[in-house]
Nanobody, 121 residues
Framework: QVQLVESGGGLVQAGGPLRLSCGAS????????IGWFRQAPGKERGFVAA????????SYADSVKGRFTISRDNAKNTMYLQMNSLKPEDTAIYYC??????????????WGQGTQVTVSS
C-alpha cells in the first residue's frame, strides 16, 4: 500500500509559478515510479508528468513541456511539480499517483486526494 498526500495548490495569476509537493508513505519510496495527473471541470482526468524510481527518466504531457518540471527526493519520500508560466487552462485538481513498479507505465495504482490549482487571467 502507498499513501499519497498533495500540498502546495492555490490561486496564482497567469504567468506565475507554483510548486506542488506529494508526500508518500507505505512502501519504500524508491521502489516505484510516481507522477501527476489533473482534472479540470467537466473534463476527464489526464496525465501531466511522471518520473521513474531514480529520477533518471521523466515523461511530460505536450501541453506542459517546457513549463513544468517533475522531480523527486527519495531521501524525503517526496515528489515535486514545479509549474512555471501558468495559464488559465492549467486550472484543475492535481493528483499525485504512484505506479506499481519502478518504471512509468500506463495506469498508476495509487492516488492521492488531490489539490486545487486555480490560475486567474
Amino acid at each position: 500500500q502507498v499513501q499519497l498526500v498533495e500540498s502546495g495548490g492555490g490561486l496564482v495569476q497567469a504567468g506565475g509559478p507554483l510548486r506542488l509537493s506529494c508526500g508518500a508513505s507505505g512502501r519504500t519510496f524508491s521502489s516505484y515510479a510516481i507522477g501527476w495527473f489533473r482534472q479540470a471541470p467537466g473534463k476527464e482526468r489526464g496525465f501531466v508528468a511522471a518520473i521513474g524510481w531514480s529520477g533518471g527518466s521523466t515523461s511530460y504531457a505536450d501541453s506542459v513541456k517546457g513549463r513544468f518540471t517533475i522531480s523527486r527526493d527519495n531521501a524525503k519520500n517526496t515528489m515535486y511539480l514545479q509549474m512555471n508560466s501558468l495559464k488559465p487552462e492549467d486550472t484543475a485538481i492535481y493528483y499525485c499517483a504512484a505506479y506499481l513498479g519502478r518504471v512509468i507505465t500506463t495506469t498508476p495504482r495509487y492516488w492521492g486526494q488531490g489539490t486545487q490549482v486555480t490560475v486567474s487571467s
